[in-house]
Nanobody, 121 residues
């Protein structure tokens, strides 16, 4: 079955960098669409960026130029490189995955990781 495990979260000072990883099992990253989301208490989960099965990426406007989504098919892993981080980037960060057909039809992902906390001070 599909499993996603995030890692790489932690505390960083404003202006610093972090790289989150999302290790996938039970599916092939190269064949799926995947995304990163973040959520703060009392707010809805919001999309940060995504990557499709062909490697095309998109990121939200408020992180454009600072965050980069990538994947390593050989490692079956999704990444989120964050730089020039701000206190407002503090949130629980989640990765998500599904077939690109499902993502397009359902406008969302069916598989989610447990999340990793990022704190910027």
């Amino acid at each position: 079955h599909v499993q996603l495990v995030e890692s790489g979260g932690g505390s960083v000072q404003a202006g610093g960098s972090l790289r989150l990883s999302c290790s996938g099992s039970g599916f092939t990253v190269s064949e799926y669409c995947m995304g990163w989301y973040r959520q703060t208490p009392g707010k809805e989960r919001e999309p940060i960026g995504s990557i499709d099965s062909d490697g095309r990426t998109s990121v939200a406007s408020d992180v454009k130029g600072r965050f980069t989504v990538s994947k390593d098919n050989a490692k079956n892993t999704l990444y989120l490189q964050m730089k020039e981080m701000k206190p407002e980037d503090t949130a629980m960060h989640y990765c998500a995955a599904d077939t690109c057909t499902v993502v397009a039809e359902e406008n969302g992902y069916g598989y989610w990781g447990q999340g990793t906390q990022v704190t910027v001070s």
